[in-house]
């Protein structure tokens, strides 16, 4: 079983930026795609990005495409969420998850979670 330990969040002004970094240990990264969800105060947890195993496919959601990016370095196990031009409404808590299946939005489809870490953009 992989465990996954996410890292980066943190108190940003609108239009700043923010790296996320997720790391995995107990198991091969590159074995398995990895997403980015978020979840705000009384929101249902949504899609951010995902990522294949080689790192050749990539989907964002509508919301964050052209701002965000995702990356991986599966020689350090880990991947990335370089989040710019920040706005209040990303606030939210972070995740990053894996999966042995193709790499896909739906977060049902994730067998592994990391902790979360918390996003917060000002105005």
């Known amino acids: 079983q992989v465990q996954l330990v996410i890292s980066g969040g943190g108190l940003v002004q609108a239009g700043g930026s923010l790296r996320l970094s997720c790391v995995a240990s107990?198991?091969?990264?590159?074995?398995?795609?990895v997403g980015w969800f978020r979840q705000a105060p009384g929101k249902e947890r949504e899609f951010v990005a995902t990522?294949?195993?080689?790192?050749?496919?990539?989907e964002y959601a509508d919301s964050v495409k052209g701002r965000f990016a995702i990356s991986r370095d599966n020689a350090k196990n880990m991947v990335y969420l370089q989040m710019n031009s920040l706005r209040p409404e990303d606030t939210a808590l972070y995740y990053c998850?894996?999966?042995?299946?193709?790499?896909?939005?739906?977060?049902?489809?994730?067998?592994?979670w990391g902790q979360g870490t918390q996003v917060t953009v000002s105005s």
């Open positions: 998850a894996a999966t042995r299946n193709v790499y896909q939005s739906s977060r049902y489809a994730y067998e592994y």
């Open positions: 107990g198991g091969t990264l590159s074995t398995y795609a």
């Open positions: 990522i294949s195993r080689s790192g050749g496919g990539k």
